[in-house]
């Protein structure tokens, strides 16, 4: 496993990190999330890194500049995301320029908001706890409810997830990306619905 990926999991961001106080929180609750649900899942001491470290890594470049950003992206469609969307793909081209092979963890940082039809078991749990993780609550938010049904249940989770983020997009009456709607279509594909 790369060192980057092993210090990551401990909560130590590398140098070129862009996250302020109140981000870094969010991501320890997520990588708390993370560790919790690979835990509960009984998978091996080495996936618990790479779990928790994708609740690092996720957000790591989440305070940066977006046209900063904009410019660390190789795909060329990938750099019309939207400003807030952009840190994803930044961060993932970023960790792969320091030797980061681990595909399956490249690709779920990159998508862990716009969803895509590739994520596995990693990405899929990391783009739910994004969303689910406790410091985002509000009184009487389903949330929580949701959060006890995982990571068992993730299958009928992730779509209750993806259901309110995507719902959010057709709510302000924004366009939603390829990535995303083969994401939903994959979702329900794979819950036999
Ligand atoms: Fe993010
Ligand atoms: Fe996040």
Do not use: Q
């Not at 509000?138 to 989770?157: C, N, Q, S, T, Y």
């Amino acid at each position: 496993m790369h060192p980057l990926v092993v210090r990551a999991a401990k909560g130590e961001l590398p140098e070129w990190s862009c996250a302020g106080a109140p981000r870094r929180e969010h991501m320890r609750r997520v990588a708390d999330l993370m560790e919790h649900w690979a835990r509960s899942l009984d998978l091996d001491a080495g996936e618990v890194v790479r779990w928790r470290a994708a609740g690092y890594l996720h957000d790591v470049l989440r305070d940066g500049d977006p046209s900063e950003l904009r410019t660390m992206i190789a795909d060329e469609e990938l750099r019309d995301l939207p400003d807030p969307v952009l840190h994803g793909p930044a961060a993932a081209d970023r960790l792969e320029e320091e030797g980061v092979g681990d595909s399956e963890l490249i690709l779920a940082v990159a998508f862990h908001t716009i969803g895509h039809p590739r994520l596995g078991r990693l990405g899929r749990a990391l783009y739910t706890a994004d969303f689910l993780e406790p410091g985002r609550d509000f009184p009487g938010d389903p949330r929580a409810e949701l959060r006890k049904r995982m990571p068992h249940a993730a299958e009928e989770v992730v779509i209750e997830v993806a259901r309110a983020r995507i719902g959010r997009t057709l709510d302000a009456g924004r366009s939603l990306r390829r990535e995303s709607v083969a994401f939903w279509n994959g979702l329900v594909a794979l819950a036999g619905r």
